[in-house]
Nanobody
Framework: QVHLVESGGGLVQAGDSLRLSCAAS????????MGWFRQVPGKEREFVAS????????IYADSVRGRFTISRDNAAKTVYLVMNSLKPEDTAVYYC?????????????????WGQGTQVTVSS
């Protein structure tokens, strides 16, 4: 079992940066791939980024590649998402998720554990 709590969201202007954090509890964190997803009202939750259990492999959605960076600290049981050059279309609730795999994945079905989400709002 993994319990996830996100933090770091807020209201920023276009071009600004934010760092989201996801604090995890549970013994399986270090052996699980982790991911970030986001969702806006009326739309499906979409993949943003994922990282392998070692941190050595990462994948990104095309819409954020080159602007967002995912990382993890297994000793601190925390996953991060650094978001640079934010755009209004990045506005969403961002969710941290824990996978049943050790390799990164963009498929929601591979994720067993979800946090409650943190709101990110980017004004133009």
């Amino acid at each position: 079992q993994v319990h996830l709590v996100e933090s770091g969201g807020g209201l920023v202007q276009a071009g600004d940066s934010l760092r989201l954090s996801c604090a995890a509890s549970g013994r399986t964190f270090a052996s699980s791939a982790m991911g970030w997803f986001r969702q806006v009202p009326g739309k499906e939750r979409e993949f943003v980024a994922s990282i392998s259990w070692t941190g050595g492999s990462k994948i990104y959605a095309d819409s954020v590649r080159g602007r967002f960076t995912i990382s993890r600290d297994n000793a601190a049981k925390t996953v991060y998402l650094v978001m640079n050059s934010l755009k209004p279309e990045d506005t969403a609730v961002y969710y941290c998720a824990g996978a049943r795999l050790t390799s990164p994945s963009s498929r929601r079905s591979e994720y067993l554990y979800w946090g409650q989400g943190t709101q990110v709002t980017v004004s133009s």
